[in-house]
């Protein structure tokens, strides 16, 4: 084989990798992270997705998954065992707030979830045995913000770690290890991959120690990410700054013409100054302020189903952060294994339409509204 230089890393598309001998075995247990075994422990690709996030977010290491909740379920396995308590913002996706209520209790970790007013003074909730909190930057899907550095205090005044779902924020707008988190997990399918064509999550860690639990729990569960997947997400990582800069941008056009429209009760979106936490946001997110928004028509599905079937391009597809811009409904999708009293708490009626703003040129995205809205 001929000397080769490949400008970008190769797919390495192989479950598992062959050894020269006895002695070249034991060199792979003995100087962890010099060479590969099998594809479940590690990979370069899924590897270099994980430097790469790593780097971006400024943590000791990080462990690329299968999905952002095999990313969740891994931070929280990593911590936690049975009779552990977790504590959760009660604004958080839906599937997250599942894992914890549904699932995790069934196997002995307890969770007790946390409104927003509540989320800076912990000591109601707290429980002799409470390991951490999770929250996300910016919430799913009505955009709460959340101030890192106070959570950051308050949960060391607690001796309880901070996990931070940064999905909806990215690093570019904010690295919560930097002011004070003790865990970040993405679910990659979304901004960091970027394209709609990858499902994927990452965990990374402030501890070396945290670390090596997150990298066994992803081993020995198996939520490994395939390389292929991998590879796809840290092709599409490569573009994160430029695209969040377009993302962001549109969604401020995109929110204030919402916001002025006569059909629109309600814009969530916090670059609007109007937004509660419009000041913190803007400083958290170094100006910035993502590309989610959701916003309130009449609470009348007939009325969604309208809007949807009047929009020329845009799609209801219920994901979220890809290049084109696409509409979701929190009610009937992300959202959905809630009861109907918390959907009613969170706000989340009939009305509420979330949408994720691409980066096409805003006269475009402005225009295809209009022409939804016109149909309500
Ligand atoms: C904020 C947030 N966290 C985690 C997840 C779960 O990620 P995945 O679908 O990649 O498992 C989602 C999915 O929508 C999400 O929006």
Request: hydrophobic content about 40%; glycine content about 6%.
């Amino acid at each position: 084989m001929p000397h080769i230089h490949p400008k970008t890393t190769p797919i390495y598309q192989t479950s598992v990798f062959a050894f020269e001998d006895l002695n070249a075995l034991e060199q792979y247990f003995g100087q962890p992270g010099q060479s590969y075994m099998y594809t479940r422990y590690g990979n370069p690709n899924t590897d270099e997705l994980a430097q790469q996030v790593n780097k971006l977010e400024g943590g000791a290491g990080a462990v690329a998954t299968s999905s952002g909740m095999s990313a969740i379920l891994a931070a929280v396995l990593a911590v936690c065992k049975a009779g552990d308590h977790v504590l959760c913002a009660e604004d958080i996706y839906g599937g997250s707030s599942a894992l914890l209520s549904q699932e995790l209790t069934r196997i002995g970790i307890s969770v007790s979830f946390v409104p927003s007013a509540d989320i800076y003074t912990l000591k109601d909730y707290l429980q002799p045995n409470t390991r951490l909190l999770l929250l996300e930057t910016m919430s799913n899907p009505l955009l709460e913000v959340f101030d890192m550095a106070r959570l950051a205090q308050e949960t060391k005044q607690h001796n309880i770690l901070l996990v931070v779902d940064n999905t909806f924020a990215t690093p570019v707008l904010t690295k919560p290890l930097e002011l004070g988190a003790d865990i970040v997990m993405h679910s990659v399918t979304k901004y960091l991959s970027g394209h709609s064509d990858v499902t994927a999550g990452v965990v990374v860690c402030k501890e070396e120690a945290v670390l090596q639990r997150v990298q066994k729990v992803m081993m020995v569960y198996g939520l490994n990410l395939s390389p292929f997947e991998a590879w796809l997400a840290a092709r599409g990582l490569k573009t994160l700054r430029l695209r969040m800069r377009q993302h962001c941008s549109n969604a401020v056009a995109v929110a204030k013409y919402l916001q002025q429209h006569p059909k629109v009760e309600k814009v969530w979106y916090p670059g609007l100054e109007e937004h509660p936490q419009y000041a913190l946001a803007k400083q958290q997110g170094q100006g910035l302020f993502g590309g989610m928004m959701s916003f309130k028509i009449q609470d009348d599905k007939e009325a969604v189903n309208r809007f949807m079937q009047a929009l020329p391009t845009i799609p209801f597809a219920p994901s979220l952060a890809g290049v084109t811009t696409s509409i979701s409904y929190p009610l009937g999708a992300s959202h959905r294994s809630l009861t109907s009293e918390q959907q009613q708490e969170m706000s989340i009626t009939a009305g509420v339409i979330r949408l994720s703003v691409g980066i096409e040129e805003p006269e475009e995205l402005i225009a295809e509204l209009e022409a939804g809205l016109a149909a309500v």
